[in-house]
């Protein structure tokens, strides 16, 4: 089983700050990664796949980066909305998918 | 749109069975593989199982291998979880997912969830 750690596990920033949240896979997963957002109450929502493609609707401002095992999802200033909980989830071990325990993303 | 609606949860017994649906919209719902994910409550994303476009191919997670049953009715636009031989560490919120991709280009490049339901509360309990 291909195991994801997250770092931080929790990320105190302002708004208009920039978010630097990171995914490490135990071994490699080629670009076979994805980031998801989900906020309380809510089901997750897709940001990112295959490491560094934004999915339908989602703003510039969130990108991802990286291969192999360490990869980062990055949010270039902080909105509001943006204080949540992102897991990272792998597809390399298809049909086998594994997700990371997440990172908070809360107010400073 | 896209929705995604599940229904059928609720307190079960250990060792006792649920089906859970999830009544799909707003999109050919027979051209998309499917998925249940779960979510215990206060932790993190757990993925359960899957199922191709056409019903043919089912995989899942080796934690409820040989006690949970993905399926489909694609004239009814639903997808199933049958969960037999509850225990107490299935408690989650389940969701259902629609695949990033269909067709033929699911069983090359599928595993991303691009819409998720609303989840449903499965509680197992004594």
């Known amino acids: 089983e291909i195991v994801l750690t997250q770092s931080p596990a929790t990320l105190s920033l302002s708004p208009g700050e920039r978010a630097t949240l990171s995914c490490r896979a135990s071994q490699s997963v080629s670009s076979y990664l994805a980031w998801y957002q989900q906020k309380p109450g809510q089901a997750p929502r897709l940001l990112i796949y295959?490491?560094?493609n934004r999915a339908t609707g989602i703003p510039a401002r969130f990108s991802g980066s990286g291969s192999g095992t360490d990869f980062t999802l990055t949010i270039s200033s902080l909105e509001p909305e943006d204080f949540a909980v992102y897991y990272c989830q792998q597809r390399s071990n298809w049909p086998l998918l594994t997700f990371g325990p997440g990172t908070k993303v809360d107010i400073k | 749109q896209v929705q995604l609606v599940e229904s059928g949860g609720g307190v079960v017994q250990p060792g006792r069975s649920l089906r859970l649906s999830c009544a799909a919209s707003g999109f050919t719902f027979s051209s998309y593989g499917m998925h249940w994910v779960r979510q215990a409550p206060g932790k993190g994303l757990e993925w359960v199982a899957v199922i191709s476009y056409d019903g043919s191919n089912k995989y899942y997670a080796d934690s409820v291998k040989g006690r949970f049953t993905i399926s489909r009715d694609n004239s009814k636009n639903t997808l199933y979880l049958q969960m037999n031989s509850l225990r107490a560490e299935d408690t989650a919120v389940y969701y259902c997912?629609?695949?990033?991709?269909?067709?033929?280009?699911?069983?090359?490049?599928?595993?991303?969830?691009?819409?998720w339901g609303q989840g449903t509360l499965v509680t197992v309990s004594s």
């Open positions: 997912a629609k695949d990033l991709w269909k067709g033929e280009q699911w069983l090359v490049r599928g595993g991303y969830f691009d819409y």
């Open positions: 295959d490491a560094s």
